[in-house]
């Protein structure tokens, strides 16, 4: 006795439509959803793209063939009782065994063909006279940004031309972390000792986010960063900008916070430009992010969250508490010290 | 530990009596003879600075050599049934592959350390 | 506790009678070693299951606070591990495998049965050993893949990692000694008549199975071997101090790891296999392409490791080589979905709840195979890897495909294993609950895996797009913890209340179904005589062809009374349990770095193992293991040893591969300026002469010559001994002349590391000779009893072997550094 056959095929479709339902308008608004990977913005992402919608047509083909044989046989196959006829006891077919081995197997070689033709592509170990190389150093639980031949180190966000090739230098300082950008380069993971690269071409600007995704410790889930994919214009001028000095308030709120960071525990882990950080020998200064144009980021403390006085105060006075495990610590900075130090660091612009 | 009503029927034809082929322990002891000269040969090689240029390839033929002759006679593999060497070959290829990966892939690392 | 071999009385009606608790610790029934391992996997499947259900409830909402992230990745962990190595692997092989394999190949028992009670009682005191980080608040936390240098001392200052790295060692050996056990008995113990290509597929698939776990495991073993060092020793196998890197973790943990999904796939494919034949009334389409496609993905199995590495950078070459591999390896599986489904095409279906979970595999393997299509890509892959789209894939697999398929064998297996029909009603609404709540939990991972959504993160930001779909998932995923109620539910209540079961409840086609559920404890009261596949459908109804609709089935002879009498079952041994609880306590000593607790633990599992070796049979008996019983006409014990030493081939490959990469990274002193070729051309010398005076010996012993036996044994232990010393010497001389310890550099490292385990190896074979020496000067070794003696030197003769490489590569090879 066959059961439940039409509460199966009810099922399957119904639940078919729903996901279809949920998934179209999902890729709809696709574009507004930070990490989304089938959104491409550079060559290289593109590619990929290109790779991923031609390996899930095939897929799907493949799947839509396996579902209706395998239905098919269930719905006609299944026994009534008084159902008149032997069953096939047919077990071997030279032609079909042929056929269900080769054509898979061309359709495996229509992925794997550009499939290696990508890689080779995208890996390239010249790069263009002009390319910008960016290292990327990855730190428990943040991202930190240099760009070697301009002389600026940032942190959280890393900014980069539009239509030009960025070449990204990755190392780690402690554990394998893996820098993600789905939306302009894939991803590659950071491991100490070795250093790997993205090579990609950004064509539209706007503001990308990233993520780390390889399990680092404690607080992977809050190893963030965005990325901004300037007009060279722009860009030039971001660079031109974070070269400056940091901002000297003479008085104010900002002034006081000033001297308190000069005299906290604060130098010892960020850099101010002229201010704190000492050689990279006595690893005075590099254990945190830089801070020297701090208050003209959007985010903080791993990209977790928007860049505004609360958060920032909040952050200072009890970082653990809004990033378990994090390595920095509580300084006992409370009341208008704190917020003298959060308007210092604000004016950092 | 039980008794069968029937004999096994050995359908395989895998079967070469234990007894037969058996070398004797002359055979032996010519084959250590002949792995003490390898080795001998082995270390001249290592010596002779003539030589230093195809050192690796002697050495790793004489390595096998030595191998199959411990394999083949001392661990009576080439008088046993196939079965026995089938068992021992699929793993030292897989063996040899393993190295050789692993060397290969950490070739191309060595072009990654730290800048 | 040596005891005569016991008469069965006939009243005695199934194995799961008699005994007491006494009787279910010292079994060495293969039955009730399954009973065992499925009781106790299921109690780890809750166990998973709950791990799980805290997962979803901490990730229903952006932000949540329900787990700190201590916890939460300290669960999301042990669900990985608690899933793989306590719950699927043991209910497959440890289960199915323990139960099935004898009945399906018409044994009475494996090859070992005291090795396989005690893989058992290792296996869940490793388990215990994963799971007692839970009981010091420090479980292991890095993720079942345990990355390296996450894992190293200074990162992961806690026990978390030890716990994971001794847990994990102690269920490797229980699994390598129960692989080897499941080898040999399918090797030698088959039926009279039954063929390779006779078997019921499920034994192709455990064969190719306890082959990958052969040969995988040693990998993993060296990988945790060196993290130990790394942590305990204070050795750089993984850190990215004087050119070691962590890569190299991930290179030996993935050569096991991918296998090890193969291992734990295709029992499952193995049991689908039994279970549509039965259900189309039809026979297994394409047997033949079937099972060298089991081959095929085996073999392949060890060629596509990397694919779990192309975010590592790993250079196009390899990057397009293993995404060459890993497309081709889907070639085989592809065949083996379209036989199934051409299996069910033309017969006459039965939906059974069994039917219908393999049915529900084979969509869900099929929707898992084609996401790893595109893992296989490794451009795809760099957007896809380490994000919610690898958790989809593999859960389908894993979920969808093996655990359904495990499913579908229990509720088809449940009546022959406790005699007790399951609930059908209750199955099928455990089957539809399931098939929606599984595809509600799973199917939208791969959505929020496009989305970006990485894995492994205790918390996600709002408005990324997750926020529906993890709470969709999450609910859903309740609702599949409640099916799962239903199915203990349905087990438990079957005990008691099931309908009793026939041998043949459901008109089967292979030779399990021939006998009483439950079976007698002997199995087999007379070995069934195999003529063809599907052997006991051809005895019911003449040939593989017959669809069995017409006429009632043959039923086979039933035993007589004096044949049962005259049927002798080995007696239980209280040994496997205690040498079980000497690599236990070996393993805690460690974890506490309590050295008594070490030595104790040694001592113990040093004397239980001889006292077992010993225990039967008695001296002066006949041999039981007769060559006669054996299919092939091999000793089991050769058949043993020889896989023992494959296995071991890709232990020392493991050790070896290690040795060349690093010493060409290595700083500091070298092996050109420390390696004494003189002194250890002596040694290789010696260690030559001893495989010579090992071959002498056992000629002395074929040719009855006790004499001369026992002397020549004398004389290999003494060559041994000479070896070792020079071992000693050697190591003493870079140590005092050249200031050269273990973790000096990675050279000395890997030197002593590599060096040191072949000495450990001559070393047990130098223990195992005298032992042998012993036993031949008390005239205890004649030349029927010479084969003892050349599984002796089998294993010496390795170790010889062995050492000719490692002479070769590490003494000759030396590496000429520029000036």
């Known amino acids: 006795m066959a059961p439940g056959k039409p509460i199966l095929k009810i099922t399957g479709m119904l639940g078919a439509l729903v996901a279809a339902v949920l998934v179209l308008t999902g890729r709809a608004n696709a574009d507004r959803y930070p990490l989304d990977t089938l959104s491409p913005k550079s060559d290289l992402t593109r590619e990929i793209l290109w790779l991923f919608k031609e390996v899930t047509i095939l897929d799907s083909i493949v799947l839509a063939v396996v579902v209706v044989a395998l239905g098919l046989a269930i719905f006609v196959f299944s026994s009534r009782t008084g159902e008149p006829g032997a069953p ?26 550009p499939t290696v033709r990508t890689i080779v592509h995208t890996q390239p170990d010249r790069w263009p006279q002009g390319a910008l190389t960016v290292r990327v150093v990855a730190h428990q639980w943040w991202w930190e940004f240099q760009y070697p031949s301009l002389g600026v180190t940032t942190a959280d966000e890393v900014h980069i031309p539009a239509n030009r090739v960025v070449h990204f230098e990755l190392v780690s300082e402690d554990v394998i972390h893996s820098f993600f950008m789905p939306a302009i380069g894939g991803k590659r993971d950071v491991v100490p000792g070795q250093v790997n690269q993205i090579t990609l071409d950004a064509d539209v600007p706007g503001e990308y986010w990233g993520q780390c995704t390889e399990f680092c410790g404690i607080e992977h889930a809050d190893m963030r960063f965005r990325a901004f994919v300037d007009t060279p214009g722009d860009f030039d001028k971001w660079v031109a900008h974070q070269l400056e000095p940091p901002v000297k308030p003479d008085s104010g709120p900002a002034a006081d916070g000033a001297k308190i960071f000069a005299n906290a525990p604060c130098a010892i882990c960020h850099t101010i430009k002229g201010v704190s950080g000492f050689s990279k020998e006595y690893n005075f200064g590099f254990r945190g992010p830089d801070l020297t144009h701090f208050g003209e980021r959007t985010t903080m403390a791993g990209s977790i969250m928007d860049n505004t006085p609360e958060n920032v105060a909040k952050w200072i006075e009890n970082p653990d508490a809004l990033k378990p495990g994090v390595k920095m610590p509580a300084l006992g900075l409370s009341g208008p010290e704190l917020s003298e130090l959060v308007a210092y660091l604000e004016s950092l612009k | 530990m039980s008794d069968h009503a029937a004999q096994p029927a050995h359908a395989v034809g895998h079967h070469r009596a234990e007894e037969a082929h058996h070398p004797g322990p002359v055979t032996y002891i010519v084959i250590a003879i002949v792995l003490t000269i390898l080795t001998a040969f082995e270390i001249g090689v290592f010596y002779a600075p003539f030589l230093q240029a195809i050192l690796v390839p002697l050495l790793i033929i004489l390595a096998i050599c030595k191998f199959y002759l411990v394999a083949a006679y001392y661990m009576h593999l080439h008088f046993d049934s196939r079965v026995f060497t089938a068992l021992f070959m699929f793993p030292l290829w897989l063996a040899m592959l393993i190295v050789a990966s692993l060397m290969l892939l950490f070739l191309y690392l060595s072009h990654h350390l730290v800048t | 506790m040596a005891a005569q071999p016991r008469p069965i009385h006939i009243e005695q009606a199934n194995y799961l009678e008699g ?15 399954a009973i065992l391992y499925g009781m106790s996997a299921l109690v780890f499947m809750m166990v998973g299951g709950i791990e799980a259900m805290f997962i979803r409830a901490q990730l229903i909402v952006p932000n949540n606070t329900l787990l700190s992230p201590t916890v939460y990745n300290e669960i999301f962990t042990m669900h990985g591990l608690t899933m793989i190595f306590l719950v699927l692997m043991p209910l497959e092989t440890g289960f199915f495998g323990n139960f099935l394999i004898p009945l399906q190949i018409g044994a009475r028992d494996v090859a070992f049965p005291r090795l396989n009670a005690l893989s058992y009682w290792v296996f869940i005191l490793g388990a215990i050993t994963l799971n007692l980080g839970w009981v010091f608040g420090s479980a292991p936390d890095a993720g079942w893949f345990g990355y390296a240098n996450l894992t190293s001392r200074y990162y992961s200052p806690g026990p978390n990692i030890d716990f994971f790295d001794i847990g994990l060692l102690i269920l490797g050996v229980s699994s390598v000694m129960g692989a080897l056990n499941f080898f040999v008995t399918i090797i030698n113990m088959r039926a009279p008549g039954m063929t390779f290509m006779r078997m019921p597929m499920f034994i192709w698939a455990v064969l190719v199975t306890v082959i990958l776990i052969l040969l995988a495991f040693p990998a993993l073993t060296v990988g945790l071997i060196f993290l130990f060092m790394d942590r305990y020793f204070g050795t750089n196998y993984y850190q990215v101090i004087a050119g070691a890197t962590p890569i190299l973790w991930q290179h030996l943990f993935w050569i096991f790891g991918h296998p090890e999904v193969y291992i734990m796939a295709l029992p499952a494919f193995g049991m689908i296999s039994e279970v549509i034949p039965v259900f189309s009334r039809k026979p297994l389409f394409g047997y033949p392409m079937m099972a060298y496609s089991l081959i095929l993905i085996a073999f392949l199995s060890y060629g596509v490791w990397g694919h779990h590495m192309f975010a590592t950078g790993m250079g196009p070459v390899a990057d397009s080589a293993f995404a060459i591999t890993s497309m081709l390896i889907a070639i085989p599986t592809g065949v083996k979905v379209f036989s199934w489904i051409a299996t069910v095409w033309g017969g006459r279906l039965r939906f059974t709840t069994s039917m219908l979970f393999a049915m529900g595999f084979l969509i869900e393997f099929t929707i898992g195979g084609l996401s790893g299509i595109m893992h296989a890509s490794a451009p795809i892959d760099l957007e896809q890897t380490d994000s919610y789209f690898i958790v989809a894939h593999f859960h389908y697999v894993l979920f969808g495909g093996v655990l ?69 998932e999450s609910i859903n995923a309740f609702i599949l913890g409640f099916a799962f109620l239903l199915f203990f539910i349905n087990l438990a209540w079957s005990t008691t209340n099931g309908e009793r079961a026939s041998s043949d409840p459901w008109d089967a086609r292979t030779l399990e179904w021939s006998i009483p559920s439950p ?8 070995a069934p005589a195999v003529n063809s596949r599907d052997a006991w459908w051809v005895m019911k109804y003449g040939n593989v062809e017959s669809h069995g609709l017409d006429g009632t089935a043959a039923a086979p002879p039933p035993a007589t009374a004096a044949e049962i009498a005259s049927i002798h079952i080995p007696a239980p041994s209280l040994f496997p349990i205690l040498i079980a609880l000497g690599i236990f306590s070996m393993g805690i000593g460690m974890l506490i770095a309590w050295y008594r607790m070490i030595l104790i633990g040694a001592a113990l599992m040093a004397f239980c193992v001889l006292s077992m070796a010993f225990e039967y049979p ?17 000793d089991m014990r050769k058949v043993g040893i020889w896989s023992f030493i494959g296995s071991e081939c890709v232990f020392f490959a493991s050790l070896i591969s290690t040795y060349m990469v690093y010493k060409a990274r290595s700083q500091g002193p070298f092996d050109a300026q420390i390696l004494s070729i003189p002194l250890t051309s002596f040694s290789t010398f010696i260690l030559l002469m001893s495989s010579l005076l090992m071959v002498l010996a056992l000629a002395g012993f074929q040719r009855n010559d006790r004499f001369w036996g026992t002397f020549w044994l004398f004389g290999t232990a003494f060559f041994g001994c000479i070896f070792l010393g020079g071992q000693v010497y050697e190591f003493g001389d870079f140590w005092l002349e050249h200031g050269m310890v273990f973790n000096t550099n990675l050279f000395s490292q890997c030197f002593y590391t590599l060096v040191g385990f072949h000495g450990f190896h001559v070393f047990i074979g130098v223990v195992w000779l005298i032992t042998m020496a012993i036993a031949g000067a008390l005239g205890k070794i004649d030349s029927k009893r010479a084969l003892s003696v050349e599984i002796c030197g089998l294993y010496w003769h390795f170790v010889d ?12 090879m030396r590496t000429i550094k520029q000036a």
């Open chain 1, 88 to 113: 096939s006891v047919k077990h071997s077919d030279m032609w079909l065994e042929m056929a269900w081995t080769i054509i898979p197997a061309l359709i495996l070689i229509a992925i794997t063909v």
């Open chain 3, 404 to 472: 359904m398929g495990i499913l579908a064998a229990f509720y088809y297996y449940w009546p022959k294993i406790t005699g007790r029909m399951l609930n059908e009603t209750l199955g099928k609404w455990h089957f539809w609950i399931t098939a929606w709540a599984y595809n509600a939990t799973f199917f939208p991972m791969h959505f929020i895996g496009e989305l970006g959504m990485p894995r492994r993160i205790y918390t996600y930001a709002p408005n990324m797009g997750f926020d529906f779909w993890n709470k969709f």
């Open chain 3, 801 to 812: 072997i062995v050492w000719v490489v490692i002479f070769t590569l590490v003494y000759l």
């Open chain 3, 19 to 33: 005994g007491g608790i006494v009787g279910w610790l010292t079994t060495i029934d293969h039955k009730r070693i």
């Open chain 3, 519 to 526: 079976p007698p404890i002997y199995n087999f009261a007379i």
């Open chain 3, 618 to 634: 008695r001296w002066g008996e006949e041999d039981e293991h007769a060559v006669s019983e054996s299919f092939l006409g091999l």
